[in-house]
């Protein structure tokens, strides 16, 4: 079992920044490639970011490339996600997920584990 808790999210004005964490516990942290996804209202879930147990390999969807920064913290546990020049196309809960292996993927179905969401709000 994996219990995963996001915080830092909140309302922000078009082209500011926020950094979001997620507060790992349970199995092993530092051997698991982690991800960020994100699901707006009426939407699929998104894939935004991966890192893998190292953090030497990261994966970043198209629409953040360049904008937000994925990374960990395996001594604390702790996954962040830091997210600049935000746009109001990046209002979403974003969820912190823990996979079954311990390199970067892109499948939804290896991610095993998810927090509760995080509200992400960027206002125009």
């Known amino acids: 079992q994996v219990q995963l808790l996001e915080s830092g999210g909140g309302l922000v004005q078009a082209g500011g920044s926020l950094r979001l964490s997620c507060a790992a516990s349970?199995?092993?942290?530092?051997?698991?490639?982690m991800g960020w996804f994100r699901q707006a209202p009426g939407k699929e879930r998104e894939l935004v970011a991966v890192?893998?147990?190292?953090?030497?390999?990261?994966y970043y969807g198209d629409s953040v490339k360049g904008r937000f920064t994925i990374s960990r913290d395996n001594a604390k546990n702790t996954l962040y996600l830091q997210m600049n020049s935000l746009k109001p196309e990046d209002t979403a809960v974003y969820y912190c997920?823990?996979?079954?292996?311990?390199?970067?993927?892109?499948?939804?179905?290896?991610?095993?584990?998810w927090g509760q969401g995080t509200q992400v709000t960027v206002s125009s």
């Open positions: 997920a823990a996979s079954k292996y311990r390199s970067t993927t892109t499948a939804t179905a290896d991610f095993d584990f």
């Open positions: 890192i893998s147990w190292t953090a030497l390999s990261t």
């Open positions: 349970g199995r092993s942290f530092s051997s698991s490639a």
